[in-house]
């Protein structure tokens, strides 16, 4: 199984709601990464998680709040988000550094997330 | 910290032209190298990628990246497109110790019919 799963394709909420955004992998991957994605954009990193510990938080404001609970598992809670916060949000998963292989990254479909 | 830069912003062709999209990355050390897809609506896939061995490589959908270190670049090529080829191309660097993967700005090809 080489596929990233995220739920829930397309979410909207309001800049007051609570959401949750999750992502699932069976590779045995040990890193997991959240980016945002605006329209014709590269995705931008947001948080990386290795080992199930956060890695990397790349100065995002404290409205998303990232959590691991296992090595196949991670959220990202969402909470008094603006309307600029509107992206793409893809989960990605990797087997970590310094591996032979290299460091792919499998991209997950996203979630479709509208602040109104 | 590893830059990437993608040389066209919007690239339009005719269905059976060839397609060489530039990229280059800024990086004294090793590195992985990566070309991805975005078809409209659709998500990133990963269209080839470079880790050691033979600097020419082969991806999906008949594209081929060479790598030439000394001029660091991994460009992108495809002999002959089609219609279905329009989308959004990433260049992608990724420093071999390091988590974080580097996109370049991105190309829009569009193939016309």
């Known amino acids: 199984d080489t596929e990233v799963t995220q739920t829930p394709k397309h979410l909207v909420m309001g800049m007051t709601n609570k959401k949750s955004l999750k992502c699932e992998q069976h590779?045995?991957?040990?890193?997991m990464y959240w980016y945002k994605q605006k329209a014709k954009k590269p995705p931008e990193l947001m948080f990386v998680?290795?080992?199930?510990?956060?890695?990397i938080n790349e100065s995002v404001p404290s409205r998303f709040s990232p959590e691991c609970p296992n090595s196949s598992l991670l959220n990202l809670h969402l909470h008094a988000l603006q309307p600029e916060d509107s992206a793409l949000y893809l989960c990605a998963s990797s087997q970590g550094t310094g591996w032979s292989g290299g460091n792919e990254q499998f991209f997950g479909p996203g979630t479709r997330l509208t602040v109104l | 910290a590893q830059s990437v830069s993608q040389h066209n912003h919007h690239v339009i062709l005719s269905e059976a032209a060839s397609l060489e999209l530039g990229c280059n990355y800024s990086?004294?050390?090793?590195?992985?190298l990566f070309w991805y897809v975005q078809y409209p609506g659709q998500h990133l896939q990963l269209l080839l990628k470079?880790?050691?061995?033979?600097?020419l490589v082969k991806g999906i959908k008949g594209f081929e990246a060479e790598f030439i270190k000394s001029k660091f670049s991994f460009n992108l090529r495809k002999p002959s497109v089609q219609w279905s080829d329009t989308a959004e191309y990433f260049c992608a660097v990724n420093a071999w110790s390091d988590y974080k993967l580097s996109f370049g700005a991105g190309t829009t090809v569009t193939v016309r019919a």
């Open positions: 998680y290795s080992y199930e510990k956060l890695s």
């Open positions: 990086y004294g050390g090793t590195v992985n």
């Open positions: 470079y880790f050691s061995g033979d600097p």
């Open positions: 590779m045995g991957h040990r890193a």
